[in-house]
T-cell receptor, first 108, second 116 residues
Framework: EDQVTQSPEALRLQEGESSSLNCSYTVSGLRGLFWYRQDPGKGPEFLFTLYSAGEEKEKERLKATLTKKESFLHITAPKPEDSATYLCAVQTGNQFYFGTGTSLTVIP | NAGVMQNPRHLVRRRGQEARLRCSPMKGHSHVYWYRQLPEEGLKFMVYLQKENIIDESGMPKERFSAEFPKEGPSILRIQQVVRGDSAAYFC??????????????FGSGTRLTVV
């Protein structure tokens, strides 16, 4: 059965304290792994797509990496405005399978 | 470009009533996807539509739920005879073509359905 698991469920960081979020997956026929950011009361906002093991993508303080079984979202020197829920999703066929997300809080 | 527009943002229905959720995709997008997000759960795929066609409805409950994307107008997700378990946030996403993996899908802000 296709599964996406994210950890930790919640993460509190001091401003400037770097950390990583994990997304592990078991799917057949992976077409892509996606990271989204979701703010309260809003829809997911696209961040990155990764296609193959070893691939990395960066955007401002965020860097996403991919292995054959998991992906990491590294956040370097986070700021309070980075506080949000970060969702991981894998695409197989027409569907995305989403994890339940990591709720990140960055304290000033 | 106004992005993916969903309305209403909030919808309250009594048990047994019908709920209609609307989604207007981004300009130039002809593919629409509906997802449901229950509290403490991840987004779950419901249905994938193109204009006038249902492509994949494998995530739709077999009863009471239906979706359409007519030639003109928004996509509609319809829930008949709502029950409390239908309370959730319903998100619509659109893409210009099937897959659109380079940029992900563009999501709307969702409709929050509350059944009382």
């Amino acid at each position: 059965e296709d599964q996406v698991t994210q950890s930790p469920e919640a993460l509190r960081l001091q401003e400037g304290e770097s950390s990583s979020l994990n997304c592990s997956y078991t799917v057949s026929g992976l077409r892509g792994l996606f990271w989204y950011r979701q703010d309260p009361g809003k829809g997911p906002e696209f961040l990155f797509t990764l296609y193959s093991a070893g691939e990395e993508k960066e955007k401002e303080r965020l860097k996403a990496t991919l292995t054959k079984k998991e992906s990491f979202l590294h956040i370097t020197a986070p700021k309070p405005e980075d506080s949000a829920t970060y969702l991981c999703a894998v695409q197989t066929g027409n569907q995305f399978y989403f994890g339940t997300g990591t709720s990140l809080t960055v304290i000033p | 470009n106004a992005g993916v527009m969903q309305n209403p943002r909030h919808l309250v229905r009594r048990r047994g009533q019908e709920a209609r959720l609307r989604c207007s995709p981004m300009k130039g997008h002809s593919h629409v996807y509906w997802y449901r997000q229950l509290p403490e759960e991840g987004l779950k795929f419901m249905v994938y539509l193109q204009k006038e066609n249902i492509i994949d409805e494998s995530g739709m409950p077999k009863e009471r739920f239906s979706a359409e994307f007519p030639k003109e107008g928004p996509s509609i997700l319809r829930i008949q005879q709502v029950v409390r378990g239908d309370s959730a946030a319903y998100f619509c996403a659109s893409s210009p073509n099937q897959g659109a993996t380079n940029y992900g899908y563009t999501f709307g802000s969702g409709t929050r359905l509350t059944v009382v």
